[in-house]
């Protein structure tokens, strides 16, 4: 090996030692961390995929009659599991929660058949999560909302 190329080589090894050394060993490698709305999705029996991995600005549920509101850091566009339908959030959602559901949703639209669909409840039955849209409804395993969907972008209100 020519020893030019060879003194490169371990320089570079070196350098790489170095920087390695340097960074702060109890330095923590960034999580995911939920918002309290996630965690509070838990606590009816929800999956936390439901919910965007975005900031959450505020929420409030009331105990008594169990109308929430959820405000978003902004409304965002995600790609809904398993069948990629592409589904909108505005930056306030609003409903009522129970135990196992929501319904009177407001603030989660999903594209189907060429047309926006408003998201009017959602249940949790057994190892599945039901979808309303009115009277039509669309069962998925919840296992496939284990983790927040990542916003993809903006989305206009159409």
Known sequence: MN??????????LNLIS???????PNA?????????????????????????ATT???????????????????ACKITL??????????????????????????????RALFKWWSITGIRSSGDDIVFEVGMVTAKYPSKNFDKSPVCEGQHSSS
Request: a positive charge.
């Open 3 to 12: 020893p030019q190329i060879l003194f490169i080589f371990v320089l570079l």
């Open 18 to 24: 170095i920087s390695i050394s340097l960074q702060d």
């Open 28 to 52: 923590k490698t960034p999580k995911s961390t939920l918002s309290l709305a996630h965690v509070e999705l838990t606590k009816y029996g929800f999956p936390v995929g439901l919910l965007p």
């Open 56 to 74: 959450v600005l505020g929420y409030a549920v009331n105990q008594t009659s169990g109308e929430f509101t959820v405000r978003l850091g902004g």
């Open 81 to 110: 599991p398993p069948d990629n339908y592409v589904a909108t959030y505005s930056k306030n959602i609003n409903g009522k929660i129970v135990n196992g559901r929501m319904a009177e949703l407001d603030g989660i639209r999903v």
